[in-house]
């Protein structure tokens, strides 16, 4: 489990792509103190398992399904990367519960500066936005974040100089496509709420008649 609450920006040393295997290489400092092989460290958002480590860095495998369904695909040498590790038992918890299963991704529409803060608008499908509440908390390439607004294609954040200065967004550009990971609360909610109302026939219509 991850907080959002990002410790450093990796670099991608490497990139390979195999038949049946792929695996990224990441330079890394600060969450390499006390790295064992598998560890899981959140790479812009995604829950990856380390499976070899040096002092400089780390190496994951990645699962060709995940390079397809998330941005990791467009990694390559050089590309910076949001990086946290998973979180201690006796830790803070500064964001929110961020699982690092990320549920897809979204594409920077629009990104405007408003006096010292920064508003980004990401533009996502129907499945992705259903979970997004105004004020509600989401994951942005593994940034524990705020919505300040949600429209009928896209929502909005507002980035403060802080948060620009120590993750990758302020690298970020319009067209740029973005992990994305909602809220796990609403998502548990609505399946335990499905099941109740298919164990007891429970129908909108059932409902209204008794006055809820």
């Known amino acids: 489990m991850f907080t959002g609450i990002i410790e450093e920006i990796g670099k ?10 792929s695996s990224i290489s990441v330079q890394a400092k600060k969450v390499m103190q006390d790295v064992h092989i598998g560890d ?18 780390f190496t994951a495998d990645v699962m060709h399904e995940t390079f397809n369904r998330s941005s990791l695909g467009s990694l ?11 979180m201690p038992s006796n830790g803070r918890f500064g964001g929110h519960i961020v699982s690092g299963h990320i549920d897809g991704t979204g594409t ?7 006096d010292n803060a920064v508003w980004y608008t990401i533009k996502t499908a129907p499945g992705i936005l259903r979970y997004i509440v105004e004020k509600g908390s989401v994951a942005i390439d593994g940034i524990s974040l705020t919505v300040a607004a949600v429209e009928r294609d896209c929502f909005r954040v507002s980035i403060i100089p802080h948060t620009a200065s120590i993750t990758t967004l302020s690298n970020r550009r319009v067209g740029d496509t973005v992990n994305l990971e909602n809220d796990c609360i609403g998502k548990y909610v609505e399946r335990l709420m499905g099941i109740q109302q298919s164990k007891h026939n429970i129908t909108t219509d059932f409902l209204t008649k008794y006055g809820f």
Request: charged share 15%; proline share 2%.
């Open 40 to 57: 899981s460290i959140a790479v812009n958002g995604v829950c990856l398992t380390v499976t070899a480590f040096s002092q400089g860095g």
């Open 76 to 86: 390559q040498t050089g590309s910076p990367v949001n990086l946290e590790r998973a």
């Open 108 to 114: 920077v529409s629009a990104i405007q500066k408003d």
């Open 12 to 21: 991608i040393q490497t990139v390979r792509k195999g038949a049946a295997s």
